[in-house]
């Protein structure tokens, strides 16, 4: 079975900082990509976010220049270091990440269970 698992969440006040790390674990063939979304209350889910296993990179725009997202291939795992936090960046965050359990078998997303977000002003 294969789990996603976020950390690094937490209350932080506007124009700080904050490090997510995701690690993916379990028998997988591959991992295409990973990245992070985002939920505000009463919103949709939307893309923070992503790396795929090449190190490619796509940010929502609001996030440009103020996220980065890095991978760590051999350990599963995915950071975002977040800058410039600000009060509308408040939210829960969700890694995910994109597996093939084996040869031959589909891409599968795997979701972590969300870390809380909050910037204060």
């Known amino acids: 079975q294969v789990q996603v698992v976020e950390s690094g969440g937490g209350l932080v006040q506007a124009g700080g900082s904050l490090r997510l790390s995701c690690a993916a674990s379990?028998?997988?063939?591959?991992?295409?990509?990973m990245g992070w979304y985002l939920q505000a209350p009463e919103k949709q889910r939307e893309l923070v976010a992503a790396?795929?296993?090449?190190?490619?990179?796509n940010y929502a725009d609001s996030m440009k220049g103020r996220f980065t997202i890095s991978r760590d291939t051999a350990k599963n795992t995915v950071h975002l270091q977040m800058n410039g936090l600000k009060p509308e960046d408040t939210a829960v965050y969700y890694c995910?990440?994109?597996?093939?359990?084996?040869?031959?078998?589909?891409?599968?997303?795997?979701w972590g269970q969300g870390t809380q977000v909050t910037v204060s002003s």
């Open positions: 995910y990440a994109k597996v093939v359990l084996f040869r031959g078998d589909s891409t599968r997303t795997v």
């Open positions: 790396i795929t296993e090449g190190g490619s990179t």
């Open positions: 379990g028998r997988v063939f591959s991992i295409n990509a």
